[in-house]
């Protein structure tokens, strides 16, 4: 599902016109990303919890030429699925 799907199957679901759905999604994508930006998790009770991990600087090696690089450090966004999730989708492969 693409977020033009997205957005008309909620629309549908909630009885709300798509521009509003819309407006909606995009103000949820701004909230998490500038929370897990302040260093803050997102928790959804049933869904699940947007986090960030740190990452520390490593070495690697530059598969073309071999050569050793650095990669610097960094915080990576993670999702962890919440119980509800996760029957819900296990329920689907039984």
């Known amino acids: 599902m693409n977020r033009v799907e997205l957005v008309s199957s909620i629309a549908s679901a909630a009885e709300?016109?798509?521009t509003d759905v819309d407006k909606v999604l995009?103000?949820?994508?701004?909230?998490?990303?500038?929370?897990?930006?302040?260093?803050?998790?997102?928790r959804l009770i049933g869904f699940g919890t947007f986090y960030t991990v740190h990452r520390d600087a490593s070495e690697g090696r530059n598969m073309r030429t071999g050569e050793p690089m650095h990669i610097p450090a960094r915080d990576l966004p993670k999702f962890k699925p919440g119980k509800q999730l996760k029957d819900a989708v296990a329920k689907r492969t039984k």
Request: glycine share 4%.
């Open 26 to 42: 995009n103000a949820f994508i701004d909230v998490v990303k500038a929370t897990l930006a302040d260093g803050d998790d997102v």
């Open 16 to 18: 709300l016109r798509k």
